[in-house]
């Protein structure tokens, strides 16, 4: 159940109960399913950081804990890089603070913030507020504002105009854990008051952020064929001629504008879409590492473990969508 005045009054009853927090941080006594607030903050600032950003803003609801958690750990990140976090102090909708007052509130805020910028909303629900308000702001998604969501509500994100691009979380495993600690709980076993953790699975991308904010025409063509080839074993040679540019100079442009090699780039978008096909579906990694140009299913281990620190099949185990 939520956590909410009146479900919390069942806990009394003494029934075997597990709180899906949303009002509080914690409740102590019986087990919680919380998100994992830090790694989203983390997953967000990385998204806008991999994309060239320089601005950041961070738009949530100030009575909500987790939405001050995942603000704490996107700025952190964001600072660490170097850059400060614009924070939009909003709430939820109350009577005395009417949806189109909030919206023209958070107009104001969007005609005065830097562009471009990288928005990371609380969740998709948040996230469709700020598409709206920045249509009527006449601020253009994803030119001048990408916006990132949380949960990757396929309803929310699809609808969305443009759609929205969207951290994907664990839901069906959280699900599954609590399901199976409340069949023990039914069952007479005494629990622990644990934290059953909504994990990220990574972010799925769609209009709303699909964008390079990076002044540089070459790095973002490079940046681009890389993308576009990333199911293949392509070298930096080949990334330099299909821009026209000489390798040692698109190095150095690499390394100034995004802090990491071409071939870590290369690396990088490969992990990306291989952590993609281990989560969202059930391929077999011998198949997956045809389809990513590996002789042969120990290299694609060998080079995903020295990355993620996990095999694929540990990765696939942990995060994997799909509940057998």
């Known amino acids: 159940m939520r956590d909410s005045s009146g479900n919390l009054e069942f806990l009394k009853l003494g029934i075997p109960t597990i709180v899906s927090i949303r009002h509080k941080e914690y409740l102590e006594d019986h087990p919680n399913i919380v ?3 830090k790694s989203m903050g983390k997953v967000a600032a990385d998204h806008f950081l991999d994309r060239g950003f ?3 803003a961070y738009c949530g609801f100030n009575e909500m804990p987790w939405s001050k958690e995942r603000f704490v750990s996107f700025e952190k990140h964001v600072l660490k890089a170097g850059y400060s976090v614009h924070d939009y102090k909003g709430s939820l909708l109350q009577k005395k603070n009417t949806y189109q007052k909030q919206q023209d ?9 830097p ?14 507020h700020i598409l709206e308000a920045c249509k009527a702001a006449g601020v253009r998604v994803p030119d001048e504002a990408a916006v990132l969501g949380v949960n990757n509500d396929d309803m929310v994100c699809e609808l969305s105009n443009p759609p929205l691009s969207s951290i994907s979380v664990n839901l069906e495993k959280a699900g599954y854990e609590a399901a199976k600690l409340l069949d023990e709980m039914i069952s007479g076993h005494k629990v622990k008051a644990e934290k059953i953790l909504v994990e990220v699975s990574g972010v799925a991308i769609r209009q709303s952020t699909d964008i390079l904010a990076i002044d ?7 940046i681009r064929f890389i993308r576009k080839n990333r199911k293949k074993m392509i070298q930096v040679d080949e990334v330099a001629d299909a821009v026209s540019v000489n390798r040692r100079k698109l190095e150095r442009s690499f390394k100034k504008i995004l802090g990491r090699s071409v071939h870590e780039e290369i690396k990088r978008c490969r992990i990306e879409l291989i952590s993609k096909f281990l989560v969202e579906s059930d391929l077999p990694i011998s198949r997956i590492a045809t ?4 002789l042969v299913e120990h290299h694609i281990s060998r080079y995903f473990q020295q990355e993620t620190g996990m095999s694929p099949f540990e990765y696939r185990k942990k995060f994997s969508r799909l509940i057998d």
């Open 105 to 113: 509130n958070l107009i104001d805020w969007l005609g005065s913030s």
């Open 115 to 128: 562009k471009p910028i990288g928005l990371m909303a609380c969740n998709d629900n948040r996230g469709r």
């Open 291 to 294: 389809m990513m140009d590996f």
């Open 216 to 222: 540089d025409y070459e790095i973002a063509e490079a």
């Open 35 to 37: 998100g994992d607030s």
């Open 54 to 56: 320089k601005n950041f």
